[in-house]
């Protein structure tokens, strides 16, 4: 059974950092390349970053690069996201998984392997 576990969500203000965690199990994690994704409220579930097994490629959307930062420890099966510059645009929850990219009519997207965990929740006030 696939378990996602992620924690570090918070109410913060516009401008400040948090970090996030996500914990799950060495079948789940080995491997594969780790994906974070976020839910705003009455929105549709977004692609926010990715990173490789060997920590030698990462991907973010346009809207969070320079704020964001994705991680992984192998040794932990752990996965982490770093978030400064806050924005109320990016109040939502956030989920990880692992991920892969398949193709669109537009070229890519990035899509989640298995089911969702429960996410955690950031709240960014203005």
């Known amino acids: 059974q696939v378990q996602l576990v992620e924690s570090g969500g918070g109410v913060v203000q516009a401008g400040e950092s948090l970090r996030l965690s996500c914990a799950t199990s060495?079948?789940?994690?080995?491997?594969?390349?780790m994906a974070w994704f976020r839910q705003p409220p009455g929105k549709e579930r977004e692609f926010v970053a990715a990173?490789?097994?060997?920590?030698?490629?990462?991907w973010y959307t346009d809207s969070v690069k320079g704020r964001f930062t994705i991680s992984r420890d192998n040794a932990k099966n752990a996965v982490y996201l770093q978030m400064n510059t806050l924005k109320p645009e990016d109040t939502a929850v956030y989920y990880c998984?692992?991920?892969?990219?398949?193709?669109?009519?537009?070229?890519?997207?990035?899509?989640?392997?298995?089911?969702w965990g429960q996410g955690t929740l950031v709240t960014v006030s203005s």
């Open positions: 060495e079948h789940t994690f080995r491997t594969k390349t």
């Open positions: 998984n692992p991920a892969q990219t398949v193709a669109t009519v537009e070229g890519y997207a990035w899509s989640a392997l298995y089911t």
């Open positions: 990173i490789s097994w060997h920590n030698d490629n990462t």
